[in-house]
């Protein structure tokens, strides 16, 4: 018996974050961020997309409202990863953090990717990232992949907006 496979389009649709201050996680998602708000639950939970998707992002207070953030050694959520469509819109995100003296935790070239790291304000992992095309993929003299990570020049990726 051939073992499943999930189909190849299969995608992760979305991400439900509990948030301890939903209008605080709006500045960094939505203001920052630049997602749109699709639909509003009071003050407790929000719907977020890039596109007019019903959401990309759920964001709720439920269990969570004014609570801390969770423990950095703990089993959960690493992060949360937003892919860009394109290197050059991956840089815009970059200078919006730039220019809003946003911290990265990190700045990494895969391979496969370049991906930018922080944190939301509730501590949890936030990826930026965008997808070099498939061709140009690093492989081993084997086929496989060989995916590694090295450091992201931001200065090369902020001269995509020149």
């Known amino acids: 018996m051939t073992p499943y496979?999930?189909?190849?389009?299969?995608?992760?649709?979305?991400?439900?974050?509990?948030?301890?201050?939903?209008e605080r996680s709006?500045?960094?998602?939505?203001?920052?961020?630049g997602f749109s708000v699709t639909l509003l639950y009071g003050d407790q939970a929000a719907f977020i997309s890039a596109g007019g998707y019903h959401h990309h992002i759920g964001l709720n207070t439920?269990?969570?409202?004014?609570?801390?953030?969770?423990?950095?050694?703990?089993?959960?959520?690493?992060?949360?990863?937003?892919?860009?469509?394109?290197?050059?819109?991956?840089?815009?995100?970059?200078?919006?953090?730039v220019d809003a003296r946003y911290p990265l935790t990190g700045a990494s070239d895969h391979g496969v990717s370049e991906a930018l790291y922080l944190?939301?304000?509730?501590?949890?992992?936030?990826e930026l990232y965008w997808d070099r095309p498939m061709e140009q993929w690093p492989q081993r003299p084997d086929g496989s992949l060989d995916m590694y990570t090295r450091s992201l020049d931001l200065n090369n990726l902020l001269a995509e907006l020149r």
């Open 62 to 97: 439920w269990y969570s409202k004014d609570a801390p953030p969770a423990p950095t050694r703990s089993a959960g959520l690493f992060h949360t990863a937003i892919l860009y469509p394109t290197r050059r819109d991956l840089a815009v995100a970059l200078k919006r953090l």
């Open 26 to 33: 709006l500045a960094f998602y939505r203001d920052l961020l």
């Open 5 to 22: 496979t999930i189909p190849a389009q299969t995608r992760i649709g979305h991400v439900h974050l509990k948030v301890a201050d939903l």
């Open 119 to 126: 944190n939301d304000p509730d501590q949890n992992g936030v």
